[in-house]
């Protein structure tokens, strides 16, 4: 079984709306990533948040980490329909060499 | 920019035949990852490496071997593939410290497909 798991395969939303992309993992962590895949790209990341943080922002987007459900959530706000991609969440246990994602969120941004 | 070039970008492979999938990556970070994703799914870690002349067993290491030679460079190796592995792999390199404190760059996949 995995890790980490995202908790929905799609979605689908307008530009301009917001949208969270809920993950939940399996063992104790030091630090959860979200990543970003494009249509035939590899992935990019887009947030890193460690095991003592509770929340993290990069632009548009806010991840916040809680521990105690061992759950994550990243937020998309004013989504474009750039923003339309596959979102996996990774961790890696405390052994810390090897990150294992979800098997990801397929978000759909439409004009 | 960090940069990891993946080689070939596609192979088609019989089945029983060997391939070698390659990864370079100018940014001088010691970890070094191989990913397969099949169709709609997520990454799975095949092997992995922190320094070189040693790799590490990942979650689905069977019917594939990984050599590091420099740091630079990390190889994928299949001896005798099967239609099974067929997917797009992807290589990826990380600063000291792995995951816990750093990211992951990707390269942009190699698609293999085996007949």
């Known amino acids: 079984s995995q890790l980490a798991e995202e908790n929905s395969w799609a979605l689908s939303v307008h530009e301009g709306e917001s949208v969270t992309v809920n993950c939940s993992y399996k063992?104790?962590?030091?630090?959860l990533q979200w990543y970003r895949q494009k249509s035939g790209k590899g992935p990019a990341q887009l947030i890193l948040?460690?095991?003592?943080?509770r929340e993290k922002r990069n632009g548009r987007l806010r991840a916040t980490l809680d521990t105690s459900s061992q759950s994550s959530s990243l937020s998309i706000t004013a989504t474009r329909c750039e923003d339309t991609a596959v979102y996996f969440c990774?961790?890696?246990?405390?052994?810390?060499?090897?990150?294992?994602f979800g098997g990801g969120t397929r978000l759909t941004v439409r004009p | 920019e960090a940069a990891v070039t993946q080689s070939p970008r596609s192979k088609v492979a019989v089945t029983g035949g060997k391939v070698t999938l390659s990864c370079h990556q100018t940014?001088?970070?010691?970890?070094m990852y191989w990913y397969r994703q099949d169709t709609g799914h997520g990454l799975r870690l095949i092997h992995y490496?922190?320094?070189?002349?040693?790799?590490e067993k990942g979650d689905i290491p069977d019917g594939y071997k990984a050599s590091r030679p420099s740091q630079e460079n990390f190889s994928l190796i299949l001896e005798l593939a099967s239609l099974s592995q067929t997917a797009v792999y992807f290589c990826?390199?990380?600063?000291?410290?792995?995951?816990?404190?750093?990211?992951?760059?990707f390269g942009a996949g190699t698609r293999l497909s085996v007949l």
């Open positions: 990826a390199s990380s600063d000291w410290g792995g995951p816990s404190q750093n990211t992951l760059y």
């Open positions: 948040i460690r095991s003592n943080e």
């Open positions: 990774a961790t890696n246990n405390n052994a810390g060499a090897k990150l294992t």
């Open positions: 940014n001088n970070h010691d970890y």
């Open positions: 063992t104790s962590i030091t630090a």
């Open positions: 490496s922190y320094v070189a002349d040693s790799t």
